[in-house]
């Protein structure tokens, strides 16, 4: 029987709620809701992080972050640690990524990368034949110094010049090429939506920022929560006009439909190929943006819900009984992602994962072993600019629940944070910690939090006993003789 393929696709920065199929009216997903209805869309997928790094590294080794090493956004894999990828490699994949990948220098499995942000020179030299490498060099039209970093508006190259479309292109073509004797594993990693909040025409004419409908913003009654109260009283939040708000959304919705069209072009090389039923493709993004939601904008070292609620759509290879427009709403996490690729691909070394697999969704099985919480944290690291270093006191350390329809927020140095109904609140205006009503919900949470940290912490999670159960078997042996 042939091994199973698999495309990882994954956008930077996008929040579930920004697909049609999430049940968004404003924002234009075709392809996302197309492959949505032809596997499984998972509606309660959470990033492990609400950072790149740490993100992507619970993604690779299936583990989170504070056992795999990578708890701030500063810190990468670690060397002792094993990817999904080089498992796939070992049982013969050919492995390749396109895009986005934050896994330089190391290739961690993969025997090709292609790394095309700019600045790469096989991405430089299309720009040249294009006749587009000046206007790349310029800066987006709009600049707001009440932004700061976050320049907005058009970019002065067209969308199939962007890089996102220009990697989109690599993949297609190595779906073209590829030997279809040869399993594959191919990542694509979209930049956007991440900021700047700019964009390429022509789908910028999709949105009208005049019309556009935006994110809730804060409350009169609600307040801001304080850590990010403090990043915002130090000038990392500033308060933008409505008018700029409306562009920026407008910009991040029409990102949105550019990767989207992206993710159409990769599907249909794929039909084309007649590799579509024999091919898993996932859809997913490190992490979310808070896009005004809450009055803020980019995103921030706390597992809020706008940054760590991620898209996660399943197409899984056709089978007898693969499901197709499946809604599953029981919660899942970025570690469950190895060990499900893991699962499908025959080998044994899920067992390594701290994830569960998500395999039963995906091949019509009744015998779930379902999550009842999603985990997410987060370290931040301050740097010092007196020791030109980074203080590695814990300067804050998130940890977050989602269980039922609520949200547990904790931080190690400031104890309770948070508790938001996330069925009546999901924009987390509403902080219900010190609410007497919610003692009790409080209390429970609290304790699902802590046994959640108690089982994530499983230092001999996937090391090798075979030498203990091999000396186990010899003592039986010895003592039935
Ligand atoms: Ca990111």
């Known amino acids: 029987m042939p091994k199973e393929n698999f495309i990882f696709i994954i956008a930077d920065q996008m929040r579930s709620d920004c697909m049609g199929c999430m049940g968004n009216p404003n924002v234009k997903t075709p392809n ?12 309660n997928h959470y990033a492990q992080s609400p950072v790149c790094l740490p993100s992507r590294v619970s993604i690779y080794t299936g583990k989170y972050p504070r056992n795999n090493g990578s708890i701030a956004n500063l810190v990468g894999q670690q060397a002792s640690e094993k990817s999904f990828v080089e498992d796939l490699a070992d049982m013969g994949y050919r492995t390749v990524s396109h895009g986005s990948n934050h896994m330089q220098p190391e290739p961690w499995g993969y025997q090709h990368l292609e790394f095309c942000a700019s600045g790469s020179d096989t991405y430089l030299d299309f720009l040249k034949h294009e006749g587009e490498y000046e206007n790349s060099l310029k800066s987006p039209t709009h600049k707001n110094e009440d932004l700061r970093n976050y320049e907005y508006g058009m970019y002065h ?96 919705y029409a990102n949105i439909s550019l990767i989207d069209e992206g993710l159409g072009r990769v599907i249909r090389a794929l039909e084309e190929k007649g590799s579509f039923d024999n091919t898993h493709i996932i859809f997913t993004a490190d992490h979310g943006d808070f896009t005004g939601t809450n009055g803020v904008l980019n995103k921030g070292s706390i597992p809020a819900e706008k940054l760590v609620h991620v898209p996660m759509i399943w197409k899984p290879v056709k089978k007898k009984n693969s499901p197709h427009g499946i809604r599953v709403s029981s919660y899942t996490e970025h570690v469950d992602l190895a060990p499900t690729i893991l699962d499908l691909a025959t080998s044994d070394q899920a067992r390594r994962c701290e994830g569960k697999s998500m395999a039963s969704f995906l091949t019509g099985d009744t015998d779930l072993d379902k999550r009842d919480s999603a985990y997410s944290e987060i370290c931040h690291v301050l740097y010092d600019d007196k020791s030109q270093a980074y203080d590695w006191e814990l300067q804050s350390y998130f940890s977050s629940l989602f269980m039922d329809d609520w949200h547990y927020l904790h931080s190690l140095t400031e104890g309770d944070c948070a508790l938001y109904n996330m069925r009546d609140d999901r924009q987390e205006q509403f902080n219900r910690i010190a609410d007497p009503e919610c003692r009790d919900i409080y209390l429970q949470m609290k304790d699902a939090l802590l046994n959640r940290i108690l089982s994530n912490n499983r230092p001999a999670q996937g090391h090798d006993f075979s030498s203990w159960t091999q000396r186990n078997e010899h003592l039986s042996t010895l003592e039935s003789s």
């Not at 304080?226 to 409505?242: I, T």
């Open 32 to 43: 996302m809701d197309k492959l949505a209805a032809a596997g499984v869309i998972f509606e």
């Open 157 to 252: 190259i067209p969308a199939e010049c962007s890089p996102d479309l220009y990697n989109a292109a690599g993949a297609t073509k190595f779906i073209e090429n590829h030997s279809q004797e040869e399993p594959f594993f191919l990542w694509l990693g979209f930049f956007l939506p991440h900021p700047h909040y700019a964009t390429y025409a022509p789908f910028n004419e999709l949105y009208d920022p005049d019309e556009i409908e935006l994110f809730p913003g804060l409350s009169e009654n609600g307040k801001l929560h304080p850590y990010l109260q403090r990043q915002k009283d130090a000038g990392a939040h500033p308060d933008v006009s409505e008018q700029v708000l409306r562009e920026i959304t407008a910009a991040y």
